[in-house]
Nanobody, 124 residues
């Protein structure tokens, strides 16, 4: 059974940092693009960041560029999201996802496996 399990969410003050991690089990995703999405209350799920299978290419939503960094460790089957300079508008449930594509993808429809999500709350 394929599982993606996120961790690292929590409550942080504006300007603070959090590091999200996603561990995959049930199969290896070393040949797959991985991504992070988020969904705030009353809003649609939106793209945050993606990384190619090798880690050589990344993509970010304009709203997080320069503040968030996605990375992966294929040996550990994990993907991480370092979030700095957090803002209240970053408050959302963050989801890890894996795609059957190798290159970075920003569309949620291009992802085939999803985690359950981890809550990130940024207070002002």
């Amino acid at each position: 059974q394929v599982q993606l399990v996120e961790s690292g969410g929590g409550l942080v003050q504006a300007g603070g940092s959090l590091r999200l991690s996603c561990v995959a089990s049930g199969r290896t995703f070393s040949s797959n693009a991985m991504g992070w999405f988020r969904q705030a209350p009353g809003k649609e799920r939106e793209f945050v960041a993606a990384i190619s299978w090798s880690g050589g290419s990344t993509d970010y939503a304009d709203s997080v560029k320069g503040r968030f960094t996605i990375s992966r460790d294929n040996a550990k089957n994990t993907v991480s999201l370092q979030m700095n300079s957090l803002k209240p508008e970053d408050t959302a449930v963050y989801y890890c996802a894996a795609s059957d594509y190798r290159r970075v993808r920003a569309r949620s429809d291009d992802y085939d496996y999803w985690g359950q999500g981890t809550q990130v709350t940024v207070s002002s």
